[in-house]
């Protein structure tokens, strides 16, 4: 189940590390992978299975996060962008996780990797709001 943002406690960078690290968690499940590989695949044919997906998944997620960037203490044009700013965020953890597995480069993260892309992808976007 993906981590409900909304209802972690803690600071908002400590919220966002945690379900940084809940998200690698996901994405790396085989279930996961295969998953993404249906909706891929399947998109052409049946066109309701990619927006099933954006509907239920991705566009929940990405309001939430927004919703999360919003309590930072950002100047005003960043909270006007804090859609972009999940789109980093996402786009970071998609390139170093969920690629590799599709494309079969990967097939293994250990611990300590998955630690470190999660905390990277918080560095990111924080590098990129405070820009």
Known sequence: MVADIDNMSGSP?????????RIVQILVQPDT???FRVIISEAEHH???????LQYVKIPLMQSLTKL???FTFD?????KA???AEVFFGILKERVLWPLLLKLK?????DELESIADESVSGLMHWVRR
């Open 76 to 80: 005003e044009d960043v909270i006007k």
């Open 107 to 111: 097939v293994h993260f250990s611990e």
């Open 47 to 53: 066109p309701q299975v990619p927006i099933n997906f």
């Open 13 to 21: 960078e400590e919220r966002l590390r945690k379900f940084a690290q």
């Open 69 to 71: 960037l919003s309590e």
């Open 33 to 35: 992978v295969a998953l």
């Open 83 to 85: 859609d972009v700013a």
